[in-house]
């Protein structure tokens, strides 16, 4: 069933299991290192999406528990005030900021693909969203942007709406394995969709990027819980198109702030080893569709 944002009947998801330590750990070291290059690694004849319901739903709560066990709201406030009162972070507040926005990040990929409504939860989506302009306006030297985002991650990260994110990470309802493979392929298809023009905006090839980093992190659930080296070839392919594609959007995103490209409106052509590499994986999908 579909969800009914008017509905008042939702059931809380159940209790999740209680994932090892070492499981964690393992899963965040794969997160942050989403976007490693492995140049030469190869995609298994096919990709084949045969998954149970249970596995579907264990991907999504180790992610859960690791955003609840990883991520305190104190200290993610004060990360924010430093990057709104001073600009910069020291070495140290990177990493531990990094490491909670990448904790974050996760679950937001692990909500939209592993939930049976496969859409991203709202209010986590906009918090999620503006640390992404945030970062982007921080790494550039962005004051007035970063201002801005700094402000509303602020006023999202307040006690009374951090409760209402809470609250809605615990309607998760898991996809059958009928509605995540539909769900996939036509993450799949909307690549084949954008490799097909001649030319991209930069806006597009962020939104076929974005379906990249949403297979990384699938990737990332399903070598950890599910150890293999079909797993674990695909997992080093997507996060080498993954970096790749990250290399290319920092540029584009610094020809936005300088104003010598349209982000929205000016078009180019996507670098050949780039396109090459994503029509690969499209292709691996035709036998398993």
């Known amino acids: 069933m579909k969800f009914n944002r008017c509905c008042k009947t939702r059931k809380k998801s159940p209790d999740p299991t209680v994932f090892s330590t070492s ?22 004849d096919a990709i084949n999406l045969d998954y149970s319901q249970e596995q579907l739903a264990e991907c999504y709560h180790i992610c859960q528990q690791l955003w609840l066990s990883g991520v305190d709201r104190a ?15 020291s070495a140290e507040d990177k990493i531990i900021y990094h490491g909670m926005r990448a904790k974050i990040k996760h679950l937001r990929f692990a909500y939209v693909t592993f939930d049976e409504r496969h859409r991203y939860p ?3 989506h906009w918090m ?35 409760a209402l994110i809470i ?17 996939v392929h036509s993450e799949i298809n909307f690549i084949r969709l954008h490799l097909a023009k001649n030319e991209i905006t930069g806006k597009e090839f962020h939104e ?13 659930n399903l070598k950890t ?7 674990c070839s695909i997992s080093e392919y997507l996060s080498t198109l993954n970096g790749l594609m990250g290399s290319m959007h920092d540029t584009l995103i610094a020809k936005k702030f300088d104003q010598t490209q349209d982000y929205y409106n000016d078009t180019f052509v996507m670098p050949e080893d780039i396109k090459q590499r994503l029509i690969d994986l499209t292709n691996k999908y035709l036998e398993s569709a």
């Open 23 to 44: 499981q964690c750990d393992e899963l965040f070291a794969a997160v942050l290192v989403h976007d490693e290059l492995y140049l030469e690694a190869k995609l298994p």
């Open 75 to 89: 200290q993610l406030c004060l990360m924010i005030e430093k990057i709104y009162q001073q600009g910069f972070l």
């Open 225 to 231: 819980l599910y150890p293999s080296s079909y797993h």
């Open 128 to 162: 999620t969203g503006v640390m992404g302009n945030l970062q982007d306006a921080f790494k550039h030297n962005q004051r007035s942007a970063l201002v801005r985002s700094a402000l509303l991650v602020r006023f999202l990260l307040t006690k009374f709406f951090y």
């Open 208 to 220: 076929m990027r974005k379906v990249i980093s949403r297979q990384v992190a699938m990737y990332d």
């Open 167 to 183: 609250k809605e990470m615990n309607y998760f309802q898991p996809s059958t394995p009928e509605s995540f493979r539909h769900y």
């Open 122 to 124: 709202r209010m986590f």
